[in-house]
């Protein structure tokens, strides 16, 4: 399974960009998908979850100013962040929680490669 994640760049503050991530391989069903990220010396933290069904949870920093949704149909995330602060300035990596196959009830969990947000002051 691979995750492909896209949208990366540099932004002034203020400004928006949208993280696209889409799962691919070997995939029976895709769980729930999220976006963390990691600034220069700090741990990875959560941003922002999506289940199957839609529902969300967001870190507290992002509340009102990103919004997660998905397309279960290209198993694909989107993170539209807006408002943005050169606190945002991070990798962001893509996770999903993934059935591989119909018989296998197991859930396995994989990382994407990471896109870089810089947001400038």
């Known amino acids: 399974v691979q995750l492909q994640a896209s949208g990366g760049g540099l932004v002034q503050a203020g400004g928006s960009l949208r993280l696209s991530c889409a799962a691919s391989g070997l995939i029976f069903s895709v769980n729930t998908m999220g976006w963390y990220r990691q600034a220069p010396g700090k741990q990875r933290d959560v941003v922002a979850t999506?289940?199957?069904?839609?529902?969300?949870n967001y870190a507290e920093s992002v509340k009102g100013r990103f919004t997660i949704s998905r397309d279960n149909t290209k198993n694909t995330i989107y993170l539209q962040m807006n408002s943005l602060e050169p606190g945002d300035t991070a990798v962001y990596y893509c996770?999903?929680?993934?059935?591989?196959?119909?018989?296998?009830?197991?859930?396995?969990?994989?990382w994407g490669q990471g896109t870089l947000v810089t947001v400038s002051s």
């Open positions: 996770n999903a929680d993934v059935r591989l196959v119909r018989i296998d009830r197991r859930v396995y969990n994989f």
């Open positions: 999506i289940t199957t069904g839609g529902s969300t």
